[in-house]
């Protein structure tokens, strides 16, 4: 059965700073998709990442993929207040079914 | 191009009752999966349907949950006999066949209040 765990769950972080969210799977995935939630709202597809050694970036955020280690990390250059939100990883399982991770709750404070 | 369009955003029904979900994926996209989130927890795949084929059922309870998506009209998710318990946001995702990335397209959501 195809997991997905996060780290950390809650992460404070003051602006300006950087930091990295991870994400672990369990078992061989073709595809890992990153999504933001604000609260109470929808998801909102940040990044798909296909392949290994895939990387991708926007703004101040980079994500990248090692299907070797099954890991995948999220991270967050100089933040500001407008990326406090909760960010989800996701892999494809078999029928294409997503499996979410539990989510990292990312708050950013002055 | 209208997005994945959900109805009702909100729904407030009492314990016993019946709930109806309806999903009407993107233009073009004959692919459905709705997803449950509970109260401050991730999102749990539920059922994946094409027209009039449920593809993969694992996800949904086995009692009193059922989905269907018909030739013509929204895909629907029901819930029959309401619990406290299926408080919950629920997301349908729309996809279309084909191609080499299977992007998933999510709706904004119903959110289910039971009293």
């Known amino acids: 059965e195809l997991k997905v765990e996060q780290n950390p769950l809650f992460l404070s972080m003051q602006e300006g700073k950087n930091y990295t969210i991870y994400c672990n799977y369990s078992t061989t995935s073709d595809r890992l998709y990153w999504y933001r939630q604000d609260p109470g709202k929808s998801l909102e597809s940040l990044f798909v990442?296909?392949?290994?050694?895939a990387v991708k970036q926007e703004g101040r955020l980079m994500a990248s993929l090692d299907t070797k280690a099954r890991l995948s990390t999220l991270h967050i250059t100089a933040a500001v207040h407008d990326l406090s939100a909760t960010y989800f990883c996701?892999?494809?399982?078999?029928?294409?079914?997503?499996?979410f991770g539990t989510g990292t709750r990312l708050q950013v404070f002055p | 191009n209208a997005g994945v369009m959900q109805n009702p955003r909100h729904l407030v029904r009492r314990r016993g009752q019946e709930a109806r979900l309806r999903c009407s994926p993107m233009k073009g996209h004959s692919h459905v999966y709705w997803y449950r989130q509970l109260p401050e927890e991730g999102l749990k795949f539920m059922v994946y349907?094409?027209?009039?084929?449920?593809?993969?059922e694992s996800g949904m309870p086995k009692e009193r949950f059922s989905a269907e998506f018909p030739k013509e009209g929204p895909s629907i998710l029901r819930i029959q006999q309401v619990v406290r318990g299926d408080s919950a946001a629920y997301f349908c995702?729309?996809?279309?066949?084909?191609?080499?990335?299977?992007?998933?397209?999510f709706g904004p959501g119903t959110r289910l209040t039971v009293t």
């Open positions: 990442l296909l392949s290994n050694g």
């Open positions: 995702a729309s996809s279309s066949a084909g191609g080499p990335v299977y992007e998933q397209y």
């Open positions: 349907l094409q027209k009039e084929n449920i593809i993969d």
């Open positions: 996701a892999v494809a399982g078999n029928t294409d079914k997503l499996i």
